[in-house]
């Protein structure tokens, strides 16, 4: 079998989609060696190399010119002899030639319909035309939770056997044991405190990182933070700076995947209060990675963190210090919830998931 994959944002993002679409292309070319997996864009970068250097892994440069994504992609790929072309993003081509091709698209979140403030006017008038074309051009479409399936439902209008839930894993680097000498690198690297609570993820409002912050104001619990700053941070410098918290918040810039797996594995606590999230990688992170998770209790989450991550309403400060408080002074009561969560989220493991994907496009054929 021949697969396509819109390559864009396996090549160009860092987070998120980035992970996402390297991860899936991983583990297909992984445990289904016999297909051919092309990955289709204008250009290729460093990111994903190793994965790029797999036999049955193919770069496929596309025509020039611009929209040649929208325009040219679809066709290039059916040139190439690919049986399914799939978006990772989203977003399928609009333009096709009459060879015979299945279309897969994934849609994460609708976060832009349900939160409307956090985007652009323009922003999310784009977003809902790219998203309902690629709805009605697909012959399947993933979800990536049972949320995001009845927000598409819900908001695109499409039929739920048209929908398939397929949730996403996260990097091998939280399922591996680094090196004591690697740890101890990263810990001398970053000034890390013998014990912290960690927040990992995009520092802007939908995150609610301010929220953390006032939840260990009165305490002397040092918080650690891994995020790209957004507009957001400022808010958050400043109600920091005004409390004298310097000292207890860090934020660590320029962390590698596999530091960052050591950061996860070395906190005592992961707290990730989102307001809304299409599923919450940072969350099967935490929990690959044995570290007991504080999470909110809206949109998916509790389908990322299971029976046995703490749960909180993430709009009270209040809700958030009292569970922080609970986990830090209980060390048996973190331990027992770790273990717990890590047979939970065995299920988001490789094997599981790119057996789920074969099954869809053999489905679809």
């Not at 864009?8 to 997996?37: A, C, M, W």
Request: a positive charge; charged letters at 30%; one cysteine or more.
């Amino acid at each position: 079998m021949k697969i396509a994959f819109d390559a864009k944002r396996f090549f160009h993002n860092t987070s998120g989609l980035g992970n996402y679409s390297r991860d899936l292309v991983r583990i297909l070319s992984q445990y289904y060696p016999e297909n051919e997996y092309l990955l289709l864009n204008k250009n290729s970068s460093e990111r994903g190399r190793e994965i790029l250097e797999k036999p049955n892994v193919k770069f496929v440069q596309t025509s020039k010119g611009n929209l040649s994504r929208q325009l040219k992609m679809g066709k290039d790929a059916q040139k190439e002899g690919a049986q399914i072309f799939h978006g990772l993003s989203g977003e399928l081509p609009l333009k096709w030639s009459k060879e015979p091709i299945r279309k897969i698209v994934t849609i994460h979140d609708l976060i832009f319909m349900r939160y409307p403030q956090y985007y652009s006017f323009f922003d999310r008038k784009i977003h809902l035309w790219k998203f309902k074309k690629a709805a009605i051009s697909a012959d399947k479409i993933i979800a990536i939770s049972e949320q995001t399936k009845r927000d598409i439902i819900t908001y695109l209008k499409v039929p739920e056997s048209k929908i398939e839930v397929i949730y996403q894993g996260c990097h091998k680097a939280f399922k591996e044991q680094q090196p004591d000498d690697f740890i101890q690198a990263v810990k001398e690297k970053f000034s890390l405190p013998g014990r912290y609570i960690l927040n990992v993820g995009t520092i802007e409002a939908r995150k609610n990182l301010l929220n953390i912050v006032k939840g260990i104001i009165d305490t002397e619990i040092p918080l650690v933070v891994v995020g790209r700053k957004a507009n957001y941070y400022k808010k958050v410098e400043a109600f920091i700076k005004k409390n004298k918290m310097e000292k207890q918040v860090l934020f660590l810039e320029g962390v590698s995947m596999d530091e960052l797996a050591v950061i996860y594995k070395l906190a005592d606590v992961f707290v990730y209060p989102s307001f809304f999230e299409g599923f919450g990688i940072p969350v099967i992170e935490a929990l690959f990675s044995k570290t007991a998770t504080i999470t909110s209790n809206t949109s998916c989450l509790p389908e990322a963190g299971g029976n046995d991550s703490v749960y909180i309403d993430p709009d009270s400060y209040v809700d958030i210090e009292a569970k922080i408080r609970f986990l830090w002074e209980n060390e048996s009561e973190r331990k027992r919830r770790a273990e717990k969560s890590f047979e939970f989220v065995q299920k988001f493991n490789d094997e599981p998931i790119a057996a789920q994907l074969m099954e869809l496009y053999k489905k679809n054929l």
